[in-house]
């Protein structure tokens, strides 16, 4: 199996910063995309972020210009730096990866279990 763990969300103030890390375990044979959704309360999830695995890179238009995303191959992890924070920031992140399981020829996405991001005084 295919293990996703998140880390680096917590309380930040408006016009703040953080960084969340995901880091993919088990067994697999590759990793293809991967990216960030978010939950905000009451409403649906949507998309942040991607990157590929060769480094191409997509974002939702509102957060295009405060985001970035990263990642290192070599471990196994995708990075999301979140600058200039705003209250509708407020979320559970996930991250969400496209993986090609070990002699499985078909790709899967996995998700982790979520991170949340209080941006808030």
């Known amino acids: 199996q295919v293990q996703l763990v998140e880390s680096g969300g917590g309380l930040v103030q408006p016009g703040g910063s953080l960084r969340l890390s995901c880091t993919a375990s088990?067994?697999?044979?590759?990793?293809?995309?991967m990216g960030w959704y978010r939950q905000a309360p009451g409403k649906e999830r949507e998309l942040v972020t991607f990157?590929?695995?060769?480094?191409?890179?997509k974002y939702a238009d509102s957060m295009k210009s405060r985001f970035t995303i990263s990642r290192d191959n070599a471990k196994n992890t995708v990075y999301l730096q979140m600058n200039s924070l705003k209250p509708e920031d407020t979320a559970v992140y996930y991250c969400n990866a496209v993986v090609q399981p070990t002699r499985l020829s078909a790709t899967m996405n996995y998700w982790g279990k979520g991170t949340l991001v209080s941006v808030s005084i």
């Open positions: 990157i590929t695995s060769g480094g191409s890179t």
């Open positions: 088990g067994t697999f044979f590759s990793i293809n995309d």
